[in-house]
């Protein structure tokens, strides 16, 4: 069995260093479930991380399991949301989906920095390769332009080999809201 290898960055911080044991039954914070508000709904067995995910992994071990929301599936990735034990948004991607082939990845930022940037993750390994950014409530996706694919009103992918287009703004519901695209993933 191989480690699952992680990339991860984000528009203002990178949450590859920070490894931190949430404890299960997290409760979401308000300030968190204000901003993304699919944080506030129960959560169902498919809002959970895979197994071969969920814990003894870098990615599993950074989220509380009890805060992971499933954003969607697209172009060979799946994608939840969740919150670490900072209380930082998460972005967490999935490529793969067995214990002998997979690569994960997930990248926060605090609910501050969230509302104006959202997250941005890019994870590459042999499964694939994936660029998603996770937004916050009220930001129009679709008006994001061209490159950029909707998979649920808070998770747009782009390209991971695509040159980054400049800055995009966009007014949303609590101000404007800036998209900055992350550099191309290296080619494995």
């Known amino acids: ?5 992680i990339l991860a960055a984000a528009t203002t911080a990178i949450g590859l260093s920070l490894v931190a044991t949430a404890q299960a039954g997290t409760a979401v914070p308000e300030d968190v479930a204000g901003h993304l508000s699919l944080m506030s709904q129960g959560q169902a067995a498919a809002d959970q991380l895979p197994a071969f995910v969920s814990a003894g992994t870098e990615v599993g071990d950074l989220v509380a ?6 954003l969607g599936s697209a172009s060979g990735g799946t994608y939840w949301s969740g919150i670490d034990a900072g209380g930082r948004l998460c972005l967490i991607t999935v490529i793969g989906d067995t214990a002998a082939d997979f690569v994960a990845g997930a990248s926060c930022a605090p609910p501050s920095e969230f509302t104006g940037k959202g997250v941005g993750l890019q994870v590459a390994g042999p499964p694939g390769a994936s660029e998603a950014y996770l937004l916050p409530d009220g930001v129009p996706a679709s008006r994001l332009g061209d490159g950029y694919t909707v998979v649920s009103p808070n998770l747009v992918l782009s390209d991971p080999a695509a040159e980054p287009a400049a800055p995009r703004g966009v007014a949303g519901t609590n101000g404007t809201f800036t998209l900055s695209d992350l550099a191309p993933t290296p080619v494995r």
């Open 65 to 70: 399991p009890a805060t992971t929301r499933l």
């Open 1 to 5: 069995m191989r480690k699952a290898l």
